[in-house]
Nanobody, 125 residues
């Protein structure tokens, strides 16, 4: 089992940057496939980015490609989401998630076993 704690959210102007971090408990972080999702009130949780156990496989939703970068540091039990050129439509609660499955559909929220509590990102125009 793993516990996830996100940090780094906040209020930023359009065009600005934020770096989200997700710290995981336990000594088996490297065995988890990690993802970032976001959610706005009244809408379903939306896939943002994912990274494989070794970091060799990286996936993004089209609307963030070229602006967001996911990375992980297995020695620090942490996954990151660097968000640049932020837009008002990026405003959401951002969640990190972990999957212990060997084969998953990275964009599907139900593929992930563990979730953090979320961190609010607000982008003003």
């Amino acid at each position: 089992q793993v516990q996830l704690v996100e940090s780094g959210g906040g209020l930023v102007q359009a065009g600005g940057s934020l770096r989200l971090s997700c710290a995981a408990s336990g000594r088996t972080f490297s065995t988890y496939f990690m993802g970032w999702f976001r959610q706005v009130p009244g809408k379903e949780r939306e896939f943002v980015a994912a990274i494989s156990r070794s970091g060799g496989g990286i996936y993004y939703v089209d609307v963030v490609k070229g602006r967001f970068t996911i990375s992980r540091d297995n020695a620090k039990n942490t996954v990151y989401l660097q968000m640049n050129s932020l837009k008002p439509e990026d405003t959401a609660v951002y969640y990190c998630a972990a999957s212990s499955s060997e084969a998953i559909s990275v964009v599907v929220a139900t593929s992930y076993d563990y979730w953090g509590q979320g961190t609010q990102v607000t982008v003003s125009s």
